[in-house]
């Protein structure tokens, strides 16, 4: 029996040119498994939350909320800052769990990835990003999360992923989220 197509919505919390995020974010598609589609959402219009924004919600936000809807699962690809997730990252989930009766993140499988320059690769980020998975009822995917350390050393000048560790560990983040919406996805 073949097994049923998988959306995962991926963004990158980083809006920086040249950002290793984005590079990441880029290559994931065609590390995707059969039957696996990722489908990157476009943030880069979000402006700050502010809940007066909240109905009707700025164009950006209301497609980004329809992208996360409409996928069987999120991939966020996040980068670190001072320990914790980036600000963009933490903009993106407080428009997506908004309004919270109707949030695009509940009930959501979500898988981690991140690249940095350091040695722990973003493991912070993914801690400091728990709590509000377990506010929103996301359901998340603990294995792989992809911790890409000294990122300068895992692409090409052109942005091509070229570590062929990093690209194992997507391959298997993909292949394991797919299969965990799948799972989650059953009546």
Excluded at 124 to 153: Q, S, W, Y
Aim: proline share 9%.
């Amino acid at each position: 029996m073949t097994a049923a197509p998988v959306t995962i919505a991926a963004f990158a919390g980083s809006l920086r040119k040249g950002s290793y995020n984005q590079m990441l974010l880029r290559n994931t598609p065609s590390l995707a498994p059969a039957g696996v589609t990722v489908a990157p959402i476009d943030i880069s219009g979000i402006p700050l939350f502010n809940q007066d924004m909240e109905e009707p919600p700025p164009p950006p936000v209301a497609r980004m909320r329809e992208a996360i809807k409409a996928a069987d699962a999120l991939l966020i690809i996040t980068p670190e800052y001072n320990w914790s997730m980036s600000g963009v990252t933490k903009n993106v989930v407080d428009w997506a769990s908004r309004p919270p009766d109707d949030s695009c993140l509940n009930d959501k499988c979500v898988g981690l990835a991140g690249c940095s320059r350091g040695y722990f690769g973003t493991a912070r980020a993914k801690i400091a990003l728990l709590p509000c998975f377990v506010f929103t009822g996301m359901h998340v995917l603990d294995d792989p999360m992809v911790h890409v350390a000294h990122e300068e050393n895992a692409f090409d000048e052109t942005g091509l992923l070229t570590d062929e560790r990093v690209k194992s560990d997507m391959q298997e983040l993909l292949t394991n989220l797919a299969a965990f919406a799948r799972r989650m996805k059953r009546p």
